[in-house]
């Protein structure tokens, strides 16, 4: 359940979530999703730090730069916590 937490807290951040979704239609480096969010790339590279450090992001070097990916797994493991949450039935016995 920490690991669960560790990632909500990550993506609970607006431009964080923003960056998590531009990053499940395509892989950015630093500088592009910089210019797509219209932010410093100093700010998206901290952002990507709390996302990698979460699990969330794979990382693949393309000559001087480095291409972020959203790693599939971890989104489909928050899904599945979340789905289990959604099928909680509450116990009326109280």
């Not at 964080?16 to 969010?37: E, T």
């Not at 393309?62 to 959604?86: N, P, T």
Request: proline share 0%; charged share 35%; net charge positive.
């Amino acid at each position: 359940m920490e690991k669960t937490i560790i990632v909500l807290k990550a993506i609970a951040d607006d431009t964080r979530l923003k960056i998590v979704k531009l990053l499940l239609k395509h892989n950015y480096c630093v500088g592009a999703l910089a210019r797509r969010l219209d932010l410093t790339d100093a700010t998206i590279s901290q952002h990507l730090k709390v996302l990698r450090e979460a699990g969330l992001l794979i990382g693949e070097r393309r000559g001087y730069f480095m291409h972020y990916d959203v790693d599939g797994e971890q989104i489909r493991a928050l899904a599945k916590e979340i789905e289990i949450l959604a099928e909680t039935e509450r116990d009326w016995r109280r």
